[in-house]
């Protein structure tokens, strides 16, 4: 059973054909569910519907190509972005532009608007800040780290 329904699916579909311009990768890290069940490990909690759900938004635009990590295979996988393990399911946003998108958990509820939204934003390599924003950001001398946390309340 899909999780995007049929009439949902034509909305998304529609937006990303309005929307994507360049390519967008979706380098999803994730654990597959062990066959054996071992004391103490923990299993991922949203790891294989996020990865169903991902799957589902990548098949609705040729512009978006999802890579799947197995940490429990490759644990390595995600350590250039600073995933591990513990920090599954995680997935990155990245396009031709510079920097890249990290998400954490499944983008269900409110934050799936926010991750089509930004697939469009990494997609065309714009945003919707204020050319004020843009002039401040414009202005810092390093990198930096920004962290927004989305939850409902």
Excluded: W
């Excluded at 390519?23 to 103490?40: N, R």
């Amino acid at each position: 059973m899909a999780l995007i329904s049929p009439a949902d699916a034509s909305k998304v579909a529609d937006f990303f054909r309005e929307r994507l311009v360049n390519p967008v990768t979706i380098d999803l890290f994730t654990e597959k569910k062990s066959m054996l069940f071992v004391p103490g490990r923990r299993e991922c909690e949203y790891c294989e519907e996020t990865e169903k759900l991902l799957g589902e938004v990548a098949a609705l635009s040729d512009q978006i190509r999802l890579n799947v990590h197995d940490l429990r295979n490759d644990p390595d996988a995600g350590e250039s972005f600073g995933i591990n393990a513990d920090m599954i399911p995680a997935f990155i946003l990245g396009g031709s532009a510079r920097g890249t998108l990290r998400f954490f958990g499944i983008p269900a509820g409110y934050e799936f608007a926010s991750l089509l939204q930004d697939l469009g934003d990494v997609s065309t390599a714009e945003t919707s800040l204020s050319d004020a924003a843009k002039a401040s950001l414009d202005g810092l001398s390093a990198d930096v780290h920004i962290r927004v946390f989305v939850t409902p309340t």
